[in-house]
């Protein structure tokens, strides 16, 4: 009997690894040593909300101190929270308030480390943007470390393909920063190209085949040009980290079963901080960087705040961001938190699949709209 080859064994090895659950997500461990001061006894979840609680006190205070717009939105709001729960009482933001950014700064321009701007539809209008301190992008870094270090080795190779990611501070510096203490070499496509040229499908797929990377980062329509060209996994891949826009389910599994890799899913957006929430080996729902985003789902009409399982728009509120916090922000995005504990283990609330997007328009009820495939969602924008 012929033995299985390296791919069947790697495959079959993830399957026995889902359906057992596994390792309970690293992020919880992350999370644990970041609360090693707070009551060991109780279950990690109580102690991840009395730290949110308490940062979101901390929140408001910094808000009416430091962001005109805020402080403005804040007037005759009761700033002292009882609970989680109060949360509901105070007003949401969206992303037309961030034409106003620069009365959301709460820092002076010179400790801007890096300004993005997004991107909008049509032309009128002042741009929307967001900005962020080294404090701010180092939070990421840290989210980025703890969550590739599951897909990642030292002295390995990862290459972060994501468009635009190269861009001075962007996510592909932001990861070779957070990874560099690990030993794990990070490139991109950049690197290899010259100056002007752009990628084309033949051409990444040569740099990728040519880079002998363990894993790699990509958004979703780069997988699938890759999945052309490469129908068995490029040596020695056996990790990728999908990004920046909605991966199609149907092409998660294709690549699955072809790759037989670690393939993991991503969420975030250029408001979160870029990282937000991140799957596990068991593929049960995204597990959210609670101590720095905190996450409400709320009902798309009523703005009423959702119970695990039901559906809504994804709201978040940034804990600790120094340059441009936000508060009750309106991402757009339809999905649900889900209910019970994630096959890997973790005790922790998970976001569910996104579902959908949630338009807007002034004087119209929200309408709910399913993104075609490999459109944006939960996008990072502007990497
Ligand atoms: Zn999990």
């Known amino acids: 009997m012929r033995s299985p080859s390296p791919e069947a064994r790697m495959a079959a090895k993830l399957r026995a690894k889902e359906n057992s659950g596994g390792t309970p997500s690293s992020l919880d461990a992350w999370m644990a040593g970041k609360l090693s001061g707070a009551d060991a006894a109780l279950p990690l979840p109580r102690r991840v909300e009395t730290a949110q609680l308490a940062a979101l006190r901390r929140l408001l205070r910094y808000l009416s101190g430091y962001s005109p717009f805020y402080a403005r939105r804040l007037a005759g709001h009761n700033p002292d929270l009882a609970d989680l729960d109060d949360m509901a009482r105070l007003p949401c933001t969206d992303s037309t308030h961030l034409r106003e950014w620069r009365d959301f700064l709460c820092v002076s321009q010179g400790d801007i480390q890096r300004m993005v701007s997004l991107r909008t539809s049509g032309t009128s209008g002042s741009p929307k943007r967001l900005a962020f301190t080294e404090k701010d992008l180092a939070a990421t870094r840290d989210f980025f470390r703890v969550g590739l270090s599951e897909l990642t080795s030292p002295g390995e190779r990862l290459a972060v393909l994501l468009p635009g990611a190269e861009r001075p501070d962007g996510v592909a510096d932001q990861i070779r920063q957070a990874l560099s203490s690990l030993d794990i070499r990070v490139e991109s496509p950049a690197h290899a190209r010259i100056a002007g040229e752009q990628d084309t499908p033949e051409s990444l797929a040569d740099w990728v085949g040519q880079g002998k990377f363990h894993c790699l980062v990509a958004a979703p329509m780069q997988l699938r040009t890759l999945l052309h060209f490469f129908p ?111 096959r890997c283990g973790s005790p922790m609330p998970r976001l569910g699949p996104i579902m959908g997007r949630i338009e807007r328009s002034p004087g119209q009820p929200p309408r709910l709209t399913r993104p075609p495939k490999g459109a944006r969602s939960g996008a990072m924008e502007d990497l």
Do not use: K, N
């Open 232 to 342: 068995q996994a490029p040596p020695p891949l056996r990790s990728v980290l999908a990004g920046a826009d909605s991966l199609d389910p149907g092409l998660g599994l294709t690549l699955r079963a072809a790759w037989a890799c670690d393939l993991r899913d991503h969420y975030g957006l250029t408001e979160s901080g870029y990282g937000l929430a991140v799957e596990c080996a068991a593929h049960d729902g995204y597990h959210m960087r609670a101590l720095d985003i905190f996450t409400e789902i709320l009902d798309v009409e009523s703005d009423a705040p959702l119970p695990p399982g039901c559906p809504g728009e994804v709201v978040i509120t940034t804990l600790g961001r120094e340059a441009m916090p936000l508060l009750r922000y309106r991402t757009g995005d339809l999905s649900s938190l889900l209910p019970g504990p994630c």
